[in-house]
């Protein structure tokens, strides 16, 4: 079993949509602060262009596992 985890940074822009980060194979253990403080970076130095505008706030973070088996 092989298991693969992501961690999706969650924003909101100036255009009033949802946008997300993902990076796979977070350091771990993660620690929300580091998290949130790193998110707060984002926001605050405009540092991802995206066509669904400029990024203005962070709503979340999730961490997502997930498994595989090979069949046959």
């Known amino acids: 079993m092989a298991g693969k985890v ?7 822009t100036d255009q009033n949509k949802k946008v997300r980060v ?5 350091k771990q ?3 929300s602060t580091a998290v949130q403080q790193a998110m707060d970076t984002i926001v605050a130095k405009n540092i991802f262009a ?3 505008g400029q ?5 979340g973070a999730t961490l997502v596992q997930t498994d595989s088996n090979t069949v046959g």
């Not at 992501?6 to 909101?12: A, C």
């Not at 990024?55 to 709503?59: A, D, E, L, Q, S």
């Open 55 to 59: 990024v203005v706030k962070r709503i």
């Open 29 to 31: 253990p993660l620690e």
């Open 22 to 26: 993902n990076i796979p194979n977070p």
């Open 50 to 52: 995206f066509p669904q």
């Open 6 to 12: 992501t961690l999706q940074l969650q924003f909101l």
